[in-house]
């Protein structure tokens, strides 16, 4: 972990250098291009794209949501429901671009490679999960999965001048789901309404 960030740290101070020296763009700077704009050209016009991890990546908690439907006790005694759900979670990144374009490509490649943990863009998980649900009560499960997240800096640097320069550095960060930890699942349980009573056990 020392190492990453000591290398992280290396390369910020370098960037900092070559930046006073060829005048390295600046987010501010009049006529730079989007962060989407040129992470476009990463490996078009491009002579080198490459990420540079910024630190360890950061494993979370998200956002909890329900999964697979309500199960309604419309009898007298205490039921066992069993709920079968699935539910997929992606990846996001802080440019809002694909990330099965080239840059994202070299993005998972160095993350794997860093950090000898696998990148993950999407994942499934499928479960059947069982509430205990009173009488006149209505349950659900939700679901919270574990995300990693990853940022960074691209380096650009292209064989002929583009908008200027030569060199253009882009932050980013990207959030994606970790497969090998298990995700928070709980049960869920509270009165029906007058309107979910009048739906479900008329």
Not at 6 to 32: C, E, I, N, Y
């Amino acid at each position: 972990m020392f190492r990453n960030r000591a290398r992280a740290a290396g390369f910020l101070a370098a960037a900092a250098v070559v930046g006073s020296l060829t005048g390295m763009p600046t987010a501010q700077a009049d006529g730079r291009p989007s962060d989407q704009e040129l992470l476009e050209k990463c490996g078009n016009g491009t002579r080198t794209c490459v990420f540079h991890p910024g630190g360890q990546p950061d494993e979370f908690t998200g956002k909890r949501h329900q999964v697979g439907d309500f199960a309604y006790n419309c009898t007298s005694r205490k039921q066992r429901s069993s709920l079968s759900w699935s539910d997929t979670t992606g990846e996001t990144n802080s440019v809002g671009l694909s990330m099965s374009a080239t840059f994202g490509i070299i993005f998972k490649t160095t993350v794997t490679t860093s950090f000898e943990h696998a990148w993950m863009s999407s994942h499934t998980e499928t479960q059947t999960t069982n509430v205990d649900v009173r009488p006149g009560e209505v349950g659900w499960i939700t679901r919270a999965p574990r995300m990693q997240s990853v940022e960074g800096t691209y380096e650009l640097v292209f064989k002929k001048r583009y908008k200027g320069h030569y060199y253009w550095y882009v932050p980013f960060e990207a959030t994606g789901p970790v497969a090998d930890m298990p995700s928070s699942r709980t049960q869920h349980t509270r009165r029906m309404t007058a309107r979910e009573k009048a739906e479900n056990c008329g």
